[in-house]
């Protein structure tokens, strides 16, 4: 259903969130 | 020829403003018969919300999908020239015999999680 | 052709809109037809309020690949900085 599907992308956008803010971290690290 | 296309397109255009009529009626029938009252919309209005948040989620998702794109573009870069960077400062160690340092724990998550 | 095809997709979509309504017309002879719509009423609430969280998500993502894009920058410029010294 329409929820559904919103729900999935809101899921899958917070998750790439996530993902990406460990990665400027991680990368922020490396380059001190 | 020509007569007959503009009879045909002039059968479109009464065709087209007929159906606009049809619906204006329906719904002026339904939202006379399903007044809004307090908490509760009429089914006519319930319709078009519902099509605009279809709309809405299109456009939200249109816009979502080239934004993940761009970042793991980004993100497998930053790792090329990451990799790049630390060959060329391997050699420089090698050819001047200098010792750096070893990766902390910290830096060793790091590497991990850019992996 | 592909003038007609859009014509003719217009047409039907007001013939489907059309529909809708005259399925909608007898709704109140429907039973339990007010708690119904005001299910669907509260239902198109709290998508939009998912949709309005989405939004502020895809606006943190857009900021996110701006950081990306920075960081990449200013990696590259040390890589260049590593290569002039070598």
């Known amino acids: 259903t329409l929820k559904d599907n919103v729900n999935i992308l809101l899921d899958k956008a917070s998750l790439e969130s996530q993902e990406s803010i460990g990665f400027i971290k991680a990368a922020k690290v490396l380059m001190k | ?115 | 052709s592909s003038d007609l095809d859009q014509l003719c997709s217009h047409i039907n979509e007001k013939i489907g809109n059309i529909k809708k309504s005259l399925s909608l017309r007898n709704c109140g002879q429907v039973p339990n037809s007010k708690t119904i719509l005001s299910k669907i009423g509260d239902e198109i609430m709290v998508i939009n309020e998912l949709l309005n969280k989405l939004e502020i998500e895809i606006q943190f993502q857009e900021q996110t690949t701006n950081s990306l894009k920075e960081l990449c920058a200013s990696l590259e410029e040390d890589y260049k900085d590593v290569e002039h010294l070598k």
């Open chain 2, 1 to 115: 020829m020509e007569e007959e296309v503009d009879k045909l397109e002039l059968m479109f255009q009464k065709a087209d403003s007929d159906l606009d009529y049809i619906q204006y009626r329906l719904e002026y029938e339904i939202k006379t018969n399903h007044p809004d009252s307090a908490g509760e919309k009429n089914p006519v209005t319930l319709l078009q919300e519902l099509s605009a948040i279809k709309s809405r989620f299109q456009t939200l998702h249109e816009r979502f999908k080239p934004i993940a794109d761009e970042q793991k573009e980004t993100k497998s870069r930053i790792c090329a020239t990451f990799n790049k960077t630390m060959t060329v400062i391997q050699e420089l160690q090698k050819q001047t015999d200098l010792e750096l340092s070893p990766l902390t724990e910290e830096e060793k998550t790091a590497v991990q999680q850019l992996k």
